[in-house]
């Protein structure tokens, strides 16, 4: 194997350029050609391609996003766009492939592999929605700006006796809602893997006004629905259906992807990266980097794709015992 293409597929996440830094710093400590895919898998139909030096990956540890930039291509939804792309790889050359992204870049990956191509996949999602690997580059980054978004918010809400409605990402999974809920001290996380109670969120929201702790926040899977959504079935539980606290909705959007990638993400990014290439070179294909209680190693993409990831039982025990209100879980 003397060429390793990489790309980025799907949404960004803070970490996916330390990966790409390892990848290609690796493969050249290997004797490997490193060849970077621009805007995803669009890039290998296009021939969107640079060779990554030392140059090109000058500075990029600290940034987020991606350097080779993203997106999500339709030409591979289809057995016959598999089938041109892994002709295009072997048109330019490229003789093992690193894929870094979510379940969607992911399946397509596996799609590859299945067709000869050798492929590692490393996952990248701030959804922490892949199952197989403790976490997925961007989870840790996109936390920690959650969390410090909330403590700015609870300052409002604590000077004006305020219960804030706030809506994370979280299509399918409500990781990041549950655990920022807990590092924030939230009243309510709502969750897709849990069925809310309204009458239940009222009540507790009603009590804490009541007993002068007004500053309540309710943490929002956008999963679950919009946060607009979600007021007018608040306001439906109330009688009358006027509260007698003051709630504001804030949607924190897109500023959960970016940012400068925590140390834990580009020391995540730098081990999956660096064990990606390793496994090619192994000849390991139609796998996934990840983690598993601290280490890192690799996991058939069968056993990944398609598969629900749900919240750790211990997690859900402590978000029980320190009061946070989810509801019950949604049966299967």
């Known amino acids: 194997m003397k060429t390793i293409g990489v790309l980025t597929s799907g949404g960004d996440a803070p970490g996916m350029n330390p990966a790409i830094r390892a990848v290609a710093r690796t493969a050249s400590q290997q004797n490997c050609r490193v060849l970077g895919i621009n805007n995803g898998y669009d890039g290998i139909f296009d021939g969107n391609i640079e060779e990554l030096g030392h140059r090109s990956l000058a500075g990029i540890i600290d ?20 089938d041109a792309a892994r002709t295009r790889l072997t048109e330019l050359g490229i003789h093992g492939l690193v894929v870094i ?5 992911l399946t397509g990956a596996r799609e590859l592999a299945r067709r000869g191509v050798p492929v590692v996949g490393i996952p990248a999602s ?13 989870v840790d980054t996109a936390t920690n700006t959650i969390m410090q978004l ?29 655990t920022t809920a807990i590092s924030s001290g939230a009243t309510v996380a709502v969750i897709p893997e849990f069925r809310y109670n309204m009458e239940t969120i ?33 306001q439906k539980a109330v ?25 834990f993400d580009r020391m995540l990014g730098a081990r999956f990266g660096e064990l990606a290439v390793m496994g090619l070179l192994q000849q390991e294909t139609g796998c996934m980097t990840a983690l598993s209680k601290g280490r ?8 990944v794709i398609g598969k629900k990831k749900h919240p750790a039982p211990e997690l859900i025990r402590l978000a029980r015992n320190l009061k946070v209100e989810f509801g019950d879980p949604v049966e299967l």
């Not at 940034?63 to 997106?71: A, E, K, N, P, V």
């Not at 701030?126 to 961007?138: F, K, Q, V, Y």
């Not at 607009?228 to 608040?234: D, G, H, I, K, Y």
């Not at 509260?243 to 140390?263: D, K, N, S």
Request: charge should be negative.
């Open 63 to 82: 940034r987020g996003g991606t350097i080779l930039q993203s997106s999500r291509c339709k030409r591979m939804y289809s057995p016959e766009g598999v």
């Open 150 to 178: 909330v403590d700015r918010i609870r300052d409002t809400a604590q000077s004006h006796r305020r219960c804030f409605l706030i809506e994370v990402m979280g299509r399918n999974s409500g990781y990041l809602a549950l």
């Open 239 to 263: 009688p009358g259906g006027e509260f007698e606290q003051e709630i504001r909705i804030t949607v924190l959007g897109h500023v959960q992807r970016g940012g400068v990638p925590t140390h």
């Open 101 to 105: 992204g979510g379940d969607g870049s």
């Open 126 to 138: 701030i959804d922490n929605d892949l199952s197989g690997t403790e976490m997925a580059i961007g």
């Open 202 to 234: 009222v009540s507790v929201l009603h009590k804490r006004y009541q007993e002068d702790r007004g500053n309540s926040i309710v943490m929002l899977a956008e999963g679950v629905c919009t946060a607009s959504t979600f007021m007018e079935r608040m």
């Open 296 to 303: 890192t190693t690799l996991i058939d993409l069968d056993q």
